[in-house]
C-alpha cells in the first residue's frame, strides 16, 4: 500500500509540475513556435511574376496527445482544436536587385481556438479563445529565377505581438504569442519535366515574453514537397515538414533544460492550377511523428492563390 500511495503522489506531483511549466510559459511546448508547419509545399520558391496576388490560408488543427522529452504520451487527457484563416497581400515589383525580383507581402491570422487538458479525473485547463493572432510581414522579398528549372527566395519575416495575448488563456498562445519573432527565410524550386522538388527553410530568434519573462529558444524548420505536374492542371505528391528547437528557452533569465521540441510531419498534396491562370488551389493533410515536448496530431491545410 506505501508503494502504490508513493506512486500515485509521485504521478501527481509530475503532472502538476509539468502543467505549471507549460501554463506560466503560455504554451504547451518549447519554443516560440509562431510559424504553423506544413504551410507551403509546391513551387514554394518561385516568386510570381510582378503584379498583386492575394493568398488565403485556411488551416484545422486537431491536437489529441502531449508528448513528454522522451517522445512518450504524457498521462492526461489533451485535447486542442484550432481553425485559422490566414490571408496574404504579396505585391511584386517590376524592380530588381542584385538579379532578383524585389516583393513584400503581410499575413493577418484569424483564429478560433479550444483547448482542454484532463488529469487525475480532474480537468485543470478548459480554455477558448478567437480574434486576431500576430501579424507577419517583410518589406522585402527576393525572387530568383535562374533559367526555367532552379528558382531561390530569400526574406527576413517578422511577427508582431499585435494578437490578442491573454496570459490567462492557454488558447490565446496559439497563434498570438506577445513576443517577436525574427525569420530568416530561403525557399528553393526545382522544376523539370512535370517534376517539382521544393524546400522552403527557417530559422527562428525569438524575443522575450514580458508577461511571463519566458524567452523561447532558436528554432529550424522546413516544409517540403515532392510532386509532379499533369496537363490537366494537376499537381499531387508528398508533402512534409520538419521542426527542430536548438536552443533552450530561458525563463527570468535561466535556461530550462529538456524541454526542447521537435516533431515532423508527412502527408498527401494535391494542387489544381487550370491552364496556369490567375487562380490555384491546394489541399494537404498531415499525419505527425517523432514529436517531444509538445502537442501532436493531424491537421489539414488548404490554401488558394488568386492573381489580380
Same mark, same amino acid.
Given at each position: 500500500?506505501?508503494?502504490?500511495?508513493?506512486?500515485?503522489?509521485?504521478?501527481?506531483?509530475?503532472?502538476?509540475?509539468?502543467?505549471?511549466?507549460?501554463?506560466?510559459?503560455?504554451?504547451?511546448?518549447?519554443?516560440?513556435?509562431?510559424?504553423?508547419?506544413?504551410?507551403?509545399?509546391?513551387?514554394?520558391?518561385?516568386?510570381?511574376?510582378?503584379?498583386?496576388?492575394?493568398?488565403?490560408?485556411?488551416?484545422?488543427?486537431?491536437?489529441?496527445?502531449?508528448?513528454?522529452?522522451?517522445?512518450?504520451?504524457?498521462?492526461?487527457?489533451?485535447?486542442?482544436?484550432?481553425?485559422?484563416?490566414?490571408?496574404?497581400?504579396?505585391?511584386?515589383?517590376?524592380?530588381?536587385?542584385?538579379?532578383?525580383?524585389?516583393?513584400?507581402?503581410?499575413?493577418?491570422?484569424?483564429?478560433?481556438?479550444?483547448?482542454?487538458?484532463?488529469?487525475?479525473?480532474?480537468?485543470?485547463?478548459?480554455?477558448?479563445?478567437?480574434?486576431?493572432?500576430?501579424?507577419?510581414? !517583410?518589406?522585402?522579398?527576393?525572387?530568383?529565377?535562374?533559367?526555367?528549372?532552379?528558382?531561390?527566395?530569400?526574406?527576413?519575416?517578422?511577427?508582431?505581438?499585435?494578437?490578442?495575448?491573454?496570459?490567462?488563456?492557454?488558447?490565446?498562445?496559439?497563434?498570438?504569442?506577445?513576443?517577436?519573432?525574427?525569420?530568416?527565410?530561403?525557399?528553393?524550386?526545382?522544376?523539370?519535366?512535370?517534376?517539382?522538388?521544393?524546400?522552403?527553410?527557417?530559422?527562428?530568434?525569438?524575443?522575450?515574453?514580458?508577461?511571463?519573462?519566458?524567452?523561447?529558444?532558436?528554432?529550424?524548420?522546413?516544409?517540403?514537397?515532392?510532386?509532379?505536374?499533369?496537363?490537366?492542371?494537376?499537381?499531387?505528391?508528398?508533402?512534409?515538414?520538419?521542426?527542430?528547437?536548438?536552443?533552450?528557452?530561458?525563463?527570468?533569465?535561466?535556461?530550462?533544460?529538456?524541454?526542447? !521540441?521537435?516533431?515532423?510531419?508527412?502527408?498527401?498534396?494535391?494542387?489544381?492550377?487550370?491552364?496556369?491562370?490567375?487562380?490555384?488551389?491546394?489541399?494537404?493533410?498531415?499525419?505527425?511523428?517523432?514529436?517531444?515536448?509538445?502537442?501532436?496530431?493531424?491537421?489539414?491545410?488548404?490554401?488558394?492563390?488568386?492573381?489580380?
Amino acid at each position: 500500500m506505501k508503494i502504490v500511495a508513493c506512486t500515485r503522489f509521485i504521478r501527481t506531483i509530475w503532472i502538476f509540475a509539468v502543467f505549471s511549466l507549460l501554463i506560466a510559459s503560455q504554451g504547451w511546448a518549447g519554443g516560440g513556435q509562431h510559424y504553423p508547419n506544413g504551410a507551403e509545399d509546391f513551387m514554394v520558391g518561385a516568386l510570381p511574376p510582378p503584379g498583386t496576388y492575394l493568398v488565403n490560408y485556411m488551416l484545422y488543427v486537431k491536437k489529441d496527445s502531449l508528448k513528454d522529452n522522451s517522445g512518450n504520451s504524457a498521462p492526461v487527457d489533451f485535447d486542442a482544436k484550432v481553425l485559422a484563416e490566414v490571408p496574404r497581400l504579396i505585391y511584386v515589383s517590376p524592380r530588381t536587385l542584385f538579379g532578383a525580383n524585389l516583393a513584400a507581402h503581410v499575413f493577418i491570422p484569424l483564429y478560433s481556438a479550444d483547448v482542454t487538458v484532463n488529469a487525475g479525473g480532474k480537468k485543470v485547463v478548459d480554455d477558448s479563445k478567437n480574434g486576431i493572432g500576430d501579424i507577419i510581414f !517583410s518589406p522585402l522579398v527576393l525572387g530568383w529565377h535562374f533559367g526555367p528549372e532552379l528558382h531561390v527566395v530569400t526574406a527576413l519575416d517578422m511577427w508582431a505581438p499585435t494578437g490578442n495575448y491573454d496570459k490567462k488563456d492557454s488558447a490565446s498562445s496559439i497563434l498570438s504569442k506577445n513576443h517577436w519573432t525574427f525569420e530568416p527565410v530561403v525557399a528553393v524550386s526545382y522544376l523539370k519535366e512535370g517534376f517539382d522538388v521544393s524546400a522552403k527553410l527557417m530559422y527562428d530568434f525569438n524575443t522575450e515574453n514580458s508577461d511571463t519573462k519566458t524567452k523561447p529558444g532558436q528554432e529550424f524548420h522546413v516544409d517540403w514537397a515532392l510532386g509532379y505536374s499533369m496537363s490537366n492542371g494537376f499537381t499531387g505528391g508528398l508533402v512534409g515538414y520538419n521542426y527542430m528547437q536548438v536552443t533552450d528557452d530561458k525563463v527570468n533569465g535561466s535556461s530550462v533544460v529538456d524541454n526542447k !521540441s521537435e516533431v515532423g510531419g508527412i502527408g498527401i498534396g494535391l494542387k489544381y492550377w487550370p491552364k496556369q491562370g490567375p487562380f490555384s488551389a491546394t489541399l494537404k493533410q498531415y499525419w505527425e511523428y517523432n514529436a517531444k515536448n509538445m502537442p501532436t496530431g493531424p491537421q489539414t491545410v488548404f490554401k488558394i492563390i488568386y492573381a489580380f
